[in-house]
């Protein structure tokens, strides 16, 4: 069974532009979580979604959006890129919304210039 | 706001040893997770414990909740060179499935 695959796995921006995050989830997962990672910390929860319902939302600037689609895969959209935009963006996902774990895909490594 | 702290943060220990990993939370929860994470790699989900005095193990390692002293241990037995990662452990607000992940301890285990 494919995991959680996420699109694309590098690219690089340059301070100012827009950005689309891709995932879909585990066959008949319909949460969806994503998640930023720094290099050298824990990943910081962005949002989460089920049900293509938004379940909560981290600390994070408006510049960050996301929805879930009837197929239950994902996008996260940021906008208006900064330095410290800079990091690993995952996506999991779950059967029922996390209780019993998420299961990460293997991440997009965003560099902004 | 939940806190979650890991110590140590980093840990070097030869091949063959014991050691413990904890991870203290802040305020009340009853489900912890434990991820590893391999250098440039996503993250693995290794635990996942749902209630107090839960006890997990597989193979060398074994993980155990305490919510009433918000702690979790990850145990390591005989570490071996292939346990060398980051692990971390992530605990979920309650009522949600908010994961707040903890700082990571970075192992390195030597042959």
């Known amino acids: 069974d494919a995991g959680v695959t996420q699109s694309p796995t590098h690219l690089i921006k340059t301070r100012g532009q827009q950005v689309t995050l891709r995932c879909s989830p585990i066959?008949?997962?319909?949460?969806v979580s994503w998640y930023q990672q720094v290099l050298g910390q824990g990943p910081q929860f962005i949002f989460q979604?089920?049900?293509?319902?938004?379940?909560g939302r981290g600390n994070f600037p408006d510049r960050f959006s996301a929805r879930q689609f009837p197929n239950y895969s994902s996008e996260l959209n940021v906008n208006a890129l900064l330095l410290g935009d800079s990091a690993l963006y995952l996506c999991?996902?779950?059967?029922?919304?996390?209780?019993?774990?998420?299961?990460f895909g293997s991440g997009t490594r965003l560099t902004v210039v | 706001e939940l806190k979650v702290e890991q110590n140590p943060l980093f840990l070097s220990m030869q091949e063959g040893k014991n050691y413990t990993i904890y991870c203290n939370y802040s305020?009340?929860?009853?489900?912890l997770y434990w991820y590893r994470q391999d250098p440039g790699k996503s993250l693995e989900s290794l635990f996942v414990?749902?209630?107090?005095?839960a006890v997990k193990q597989e193979g060398r390692l074994m993980a155990s909740l305490d919510t009433k002293a918000r702690l979790s241990t990850l145990h390591i037995t005989a570490a071996v060179h292939d346990l060398s990662a980051t692990y971390f452990c992530?605990?979920?607000?309650?009522?949600?499935?908010?994961?707040?992940f903890g700082t990571g301890t970075r192992l390195k285990v030597l042959a």
């Open positions: 992530a605990v979920a607000y309650s009522g949600t499935y908010k994961y707040i």
């Open positions: 999991a996902s779950s059967l029922d919304g996390g209780n019993y774990g998420y299961t």
């Open positions: 066959s008949g997962h319909k949460s």
């Open positions: 305020t009340t929860s009853d489900r």
């Open positions: 979604y089920y049900e293509k319902e938004e379940r």
């Open positions: 414990l749902l209630s107090n005095g």
